[in-house]
């Protein structure tokens, strides 16, 4: 590869780089609250892995996944330059995904993905559901 493909990746990896998805975790939080879920915790390590949101004494693990980071259907955005790059990008992270659920759940863990998309008050079903799984009363 040579140099000028190397920079141009790297631009496009600055404009497009994520940075983080507090907007998400921040209606996500909202959610909880809402519904009267309590218990969570952020920044809350587990076997090399750091879910958005842990209820410790439930062993569940809650990720908030980006739809375009991690390949969600509900929009095809595979951005037309590089887009080999993009597909490869988005594959590896579904495999991590993959990796960290098959890590955690042997460990007794209970590991819940919400799609960005879901995070909306008219889309909360998925929440409706954490909640009965008895995380919080």
């Not at 995904?97 to 819940?112: A, F, T």
């Not at 909360?124 to 008895?134: F, G």
């Amino acid at each position: 590869m040579d140099t000028v493909s190397k920079n141009k990746r790297s631009e496009i990896m600055k404009a497009n780089k994520p940075k983080g998805n507090k907007s998400t975790e921040l209606k996500l939080i909202q959610l909880f609250k809402k519904l009267g879920m309590k218990g969570w915790r952020r920044n809350y390590q587990i076997s090399g892995s750091k879910p958005d949101f842990v209820f410790a004494k439930k062993r569940i693990a809650v990720f908030a996944d980006g739809c375009f980071w991690h390949g969600h259907n509900c929009r095809n955005l595979i951005p037309k330059q590089n887009s080999e790059y993009w597909q490869k990008k988005i594959e590896n992270n579904r495999i991590r995904d993959k990796q960290i659920d098959e890590r955690l759940e042997p460990k007794g863990w209970k590991v819940i993905r919400i799609w960005e998309c879901e995070i909306k008050e008219k889309n909360k079903e998925k929440l409706k559901l954490l909640k009965k799984s008895s995380v919080v009363h």
